[in-house]
């Protein structure tokens, strides 16, 4: 078990989708899909939905909040995200959908340690308080 930063709380659980490099909700996402779109990112096609999301780092504007935004109001977007470095814009997105929609999608922060750790599960579970387990899937 990893205790990790919540940003955003909720829990959660799905597969594992870990990034190999940052990406931009802004422009690399398709938020009606779930996708990845940028052409230059190795998850290029991948789809995000319903997964716990794995990635050091975003990349990206200040528009990034309204498409994590978006993506969890049509319900596109991962069960959760875990980064290693704070990213207030996904946490941004991710609060205003559980105000408007009531729909969460937790955002949490661990070390590179842990992170590491992480991307060896094939899914996790993530409780309220921010309790991150691996689950076999």
Known sequence: MINARVLVGGAAHGPV?????PLSFWGAYEPRTGVILDVHHPQRGACVTGTVLLMR????????PGAVAESIRLGTAPAAIVLVKTDINIAVGAEVAAALYGTVCPVLTV????FASLC????LRISASGEITAETV
Request: glycine share 10%.
């Open 17 to 21: 989708l870990v990034l190999d490099e």
């Open 57 to 64: 780092e975003s990349k990206g504007s200040g528009a990034a």
């Open 111 to 114: 070390t590179e340690d842990a």
């Open 120 to 123: 060896r599960a094939s899914a």
